[in-house]
T-cell receptor, first 111, second 110 residues
Framework: QKEVEQNSGPLSVPEGAIASLNCTYS??????FFWYRQYSGKSPELIMF????GDKEDGRFTAQLNKASQYVSLLIRDSQPSDSATYLC???????????FGRGTQLTVWP | DVKVTQSSRYLVKRTGEKVFLECVQD?????MFWYRQDPGLGLRLIYF???????EKGDIPEGYSVSREKKERFSLILESASTNQTSMYLC?????????FGPGTRLTVT
């Protein structure tokens, strides 16, 4: 059974700062990782995925994968109050497309 | 855009009732999933399906069953609803690993 651990938070940062969200995983052989954003009362929305070691950038978001240390992180630059949400990390690579989710980190960006 | 729809946003049922939650996706995805989400417990997988009429148990299948008669539709059935099944139910679909979620159904069992 794969396990994904996330900082439970909550994490609070001022507007304009960099928010750093971290996640560790148990299966050294895992190949794919995902970040979902979930606003209160809404369903999770896929915002980033990463398959290769290193960084992947998309606008203000950067996903980082370090397979040797078995962690994946999400950096949000120039954080905005609209980024306030719970961020879920997920590990994939299982048969049949199953994902294993962490419990999420709640982020608050204050003006 | 991927579109996953769920039959109801809010549902209130009585203990002992049989409850059907429906999920439909329009992207010809092979895989479909049912989760429940509770505060402090995160997303927990109930059942998933990788093809028509095929199903696999997730981590918490007890008290639930599923049906997938058509590729685009995946139903979750609560055979006899109980108060501990009050939760947010989320459906997702995928072609490979990237899962896309529906809006969710908040079910209250009284």
């Amino acid at each position: 059974q794969k396990e994904v651990e996330q900082n439970s938070g909550p994490l609070s940062v001022p507007e304009g700062a960099i928010a750093s969200l971290n996640c560790t995983y148990s299966d050294r052989g895992s190949q794919s990782f995902f970040w979902y954003r979930q606003y209160s009362g809404k369903s999770p929305e896929l915002i980033m995925f990463i398959y290769s070691n290193g960084d992947k950038e998309d606008g203000r978001f950067t996903a980082q994968l370090n397979k040797a240390s078995q962690y994946v992180s999400l950096l949000i630059r120039d954080s905005q109050p609209s980024d306030s949400a719970t961020y879920l990390c997920a590990e994939g690579g299982s048969t049949l497309g199953r994902l294993y989710f962490g419990r999420g980190t709640q982020l608050t960006v204050w003006p | 855009d991927v579109k996953v729809t769920q039959s109801s946003r809010y549902l209130v049922k009585r203990t002992g009732e049989k409850v059907f939650l429906e999920c439909v996706q329009d992207m010809d995805h092979e895989n479909m999933f049912w989760y429940r989400q509770d505060p402090g417990l995160g997303l927990r997988l109930i059942y998933f399906s990788y093809d028509v009429k095929m199903k696999e148990k997730g981590d918490i299948p007890e008290g639930y069953s599923v049906s997938r008669e058509k590729k685009e539709r995946f139903s979750l059935i609560l055979e006899s609803a109980s108060t501990n099944q009050t939760s947010m139910y989320l459906c997702a679909s995928s072609w490979t690993d990237e899962q896309y979620f529906g809006p969710g159904t908040r079910l209250t069992v009284t």
